[in-house]
């Protein structure tokens, strides 16, 4: 089916039009991506969080080792351990932040020197620590660590703050002006797509007539080949998330050749049109029917195992064998054979496609052709 002459002219300008835009908005988009990770990343929020709680360990590994030296008690000195404990975590955050986020190393290359510092006096304090109870001279040391670890600390925190927040603010800077240019570009799209809907709506009109065309048998009005499949890959996964067999089912009009030939193609026509109505009053809402080439056609059946689609296979040959096709000038009688076959779980891997269960229903179609037609055939 052609496009209107209109809708054809307007196609080229149409692309055209939305490429550049496309292009302004991915080019926009990529910008303000890029530039929102710059430094910080997206996460530098939960960056600056981590910072302004780690300023407060510097007080509370001092506070626990004062106590721990004014009163050398077990409790005292799990809590020190415990103090050291939560900086060596902070510190393993804070290097995760760091190398998330886009900051130049250089710019916290001497943070990064400070923190081989923190790890000698940790490395130093846990032992201190670990004998504080019975050794004064421990204690004492400790006292000075616990001086050194807060000038540490203090410098480290410090030099995280400020890069942290002077990264926030040039990102806040840098959004609004992105911001800006987003909201003027969402502008001058929305006018442009108010003033192509009209075209829009035609393009579409004629897409869908397409499709329709590209998925039903002319003659018939049955599914094609291409619908088939495209709708077998549905069934098919839903049998496999529900546990229920699938069957297929290919029907064969008997002769059919020898009715052209003796009645001529119109007459065959009116028969695969009559046997198409005839197959779709049989079959349930749920089956899918196709015509897939000449006379043959299919049927998937969803949650049906062999015996039901044997029985509904039979059925139709019956209304079929007892139904009175009209030729030229004169009823006809026709026959079909129909090969059948379900779904297997059975097997490794499990037979549970459509491309499985082809062969298979082609191969009992031709065991009931050999053995005389107008029969249903299982395999």
Known sequence: MRLPRLTQQ??????????????????????????????????????????????QDSLHIQQAIDSLV????????????ERLWIIATRQSSIHQYLSRSALPKEDYQHILDEYRVLNRLLMEAEPLLAHSLNDPQSLARLETLSDQLDDTLAFIYSELQHQVFTAAA?????????????IALALLVMVVIAALLAALYQIARQKTLVEALS??????GLNNRRAL??????????????????S?????????????????????????V???TLLKDVVRRADVVARIGGEEFCVLMPATDATGASEL??????AVAEHSFHGQAEALSITISAGVTTTRTDTAPPDDSFAALYPRADQALYQAKQDGRNRVEVG
């Not at 839903?238 to 546990?243: E, P, Y």
């Not at 296979?313 to 019956?318: A, D, G, S, T, V």
Request: charged share 20%.
């Open 170 to 182: 040039s990102q806040q800077q840098l959004m609004q002006r992105l911001a800006r240019w987003i």
């Open 313 to 318: 296979c039979e059925r139709l040959r019956r």
């Open 70 to 81: 004014d009163n050398p008690e077990p409790l005292h000195q799990q809590q020190s351990l």
């Open 10 to 55: 307007l196609l080229l300008p149409l692309c055209v039009l939305f490429a550049l835009l496309g292009a302004l908005l991915l080019g926009t988009a990529w910008s303000f991506a890029n530039n929102a990770g710059r430094h910080l990343g997206a996460d530098y929020l939960g960056f600056a969080s981590e910072v302004v709680r780690g300023q």
């Open 229 to 246: 499949l495209d709708q077998a890959s549905r069934l098919f996964a839903q049998s496999i998330r529900s546990a229920t067999p699938v």
């Open 274 to 276: 009559a046997f198409a």
């Open 248 to 272: 297929l089912a290919l029907i064969d009009i008997d002769h059919f050749k020898e009715v052209n030939d003796q009645y001529g193609h119109p007459t065959g026509d009116r028969i695969l």
């Open 215 to 220: 998925v039903t048998d002319e003659l018939t």
